[in-house]
């Protein structure tokens, strides 16, 4: 019963490099999300996939392209790291919008925490 | 832009004692929902309350909504050391047609000493 699964935990990257955060959920969810979380602001939206084969901008999408693989996975690449987008990164799913969503509840993976240096 | 604020920021009582976060918020909503985060782990879902319900109860917690105000409180009763966590409340705002977006405040940080 994993839930939302994030890899990996902890990164380090140098300005300019690469990456992925990789991000599957079993629980068959139509709808997930990327968020970064960084002191004193809260969650902000990067993108979001409202279905399989759907991506679409959130609050924060600079910097950031997604793929929404198939049904269970949703990945965040990062192309030229920038110190900027040193934060923990969340991904996060939902059954919307078969259950609507006005009642959409968000089930978060465990994060993961990137340092750009 | 942030749809919702808690209140205090940081907040530390006694075990047993009771905890009360408030969130507000800036425009209409559909639903108000409440999330916990312990330290290094993502959030989990506590509670939801629609915009017609005034008042909501899950287990220890009571959540209670005034519209009218644009506010919402979340209240911990007979609170545990396992309480410590950070609280968030997470406001939909309608910007798009397909999609509320889930708006979440910069949290309460909840510390309960044993």
């Known amino acids: 019963n994993a839930g939302v699964t994030q890899t990996p935990k902890f990164q380090v990257l140098k300005t300019g490099q690469s990456m992925t955060l990789q991000c599957a959920q079993d629980m068959n969810h139509n709808s997930m999300y990327w968020y970064r979380q960084d002191p004193g602001m809260g969650l902000r939206l990067i993108y979001y996939s409202a279905s399989e084969g759907t991506t679409d901008k959130g609050e924060v999408p600079n910097g950031y392209n997604v793929s929404r693989l198939n049904k269970r996975e949703f990945s965040l690449r990062l192309e030229s790291a920038a110190p900027s987008q040193t934060s923990v990164y969340f991904c996060a799913s939902s059954e919307a919008p078969d259950t609507g969503w006005l009642n959409e509840k968000l089930f978060f993976g465990s994060g993961t925490q990137l340092s750009v240096l | 832009s942030q749809q919702g604020e808690e209140d205090p920021q940081a907040l530390s009582i006694q075990e047993g004692e009771n905890a009360t976060m408030n969130c507000s918020y800036k425009?209409?909503?559909?639903?108000l929902q409440w999330y916990r985060q312990n330290s290094g782990r993502g959030l989990v879902h506590l509670i939801l309350i629609r915009s017609n319900e005034r008042e909501k109860h899950s287990g220890r917690l009571r959540v209670t909504l005034d519209t009218s105000k644009k506010s919402s409180s979340l209240l911990i009763t007979a609170s545990r050391a396992a309480d410590t966590a950070s609280y968030f409340c997470?406001?939909?705002?309608?910007?798009?047609?397909?999609?509320?977006?889930?708006?979440f405040g910069p949290g309460t940080s909840l510390s309960v000493i044993p």
């Open positions: 425009t209409s909503i559909n639903n």
């Open positions: 997470a406001t939909d705002a309608r910007e798009w047609a397909s999609y509320d977006k889930v708006i």
